[in-house]
């Protein structure tokens, strides 16, 4: 059920783009904008839950239908860990290049990237668990030294 005044926040997907957490549940873009509003859907399959930002300043303006659903906040810390490791992985294994000369490590950290996009892809489908998840993150990070 909405609340009067929801909090909302943004996460990074996997795949780079916006996504919108209200109140613990996660919305993506539904595909539909206009130059004043962007349309958001539940992320859970389907969870009928829809909700409207303004496109240029995102402030929450709509939110309708009930969520089929309890909230998973935990998936939403992992969301934020896994960003941060995404991140630190590109900042400390990518070089400045400088004109004309090449990255040896860029093989390694795409690799690295895509290990970590894996573990993410099969952690929101379910197939492993956060523990799981950690597990193989500590790895990459341990075998990254």
């Given at each position: 059920m909405?609340?009067?005044?929801?909090?909302?926040?943004?996460?990074?997907?996997?795949?780079?783009?916006?996504?919108?957490?209200?109140?613990?549940?996660v919305f993506q873009q539904s595909g539909k904008a206009t130059i004043?509003?962007?349309?958001?859907?539940?992320?859970?399959?389907n969870c009928s839950a829809v909700a409207h930002t303004t496109t240029k300043?995102?402030?929450?303006?709509k939110q309708k239908n009930d969520h089929c659903h309890a909230p998973v906040p935990e998936?939403?810390?992992?969301?934020?860990?896994?960003?941060?490791?995404?991140?630190?992985?590109?900042?400390?294994?990518?070089?400045?290049?400088?004109?004309?000369?090449?990255?040896k490590n860029a093989p390694k950290t795409l690799a690295m990237q895509e290990q970590i996009d894996n573990l993410g892809t099969r952690f929101y489908n379910d197939d492993i668990d956060r523990t799981e998840l950690l597990?193989?993150?500590s790895l990459l990070v341990a075998s990254k030294k």
């Open positions: 909405a609340t009067a005044c929801p909090t909302h926040s943004f996460v990074t997907s996997n795949k780079g783009k916006a996504l919108l957490v209200i109140d613990d549940y004043a509003t962007t349309y958001w859907a539940c992320q859970f399959k300043t995102v402030v929450l303006t998936k939403i810390e992992i969301r934020h860990m896994m960003n941060k490791v995404k991140s630190r992985v590109i900042n400390e294994t990518t070089f400045k290049l400088e004109a004309g000369s090449q990255n597990e193989g993150l």
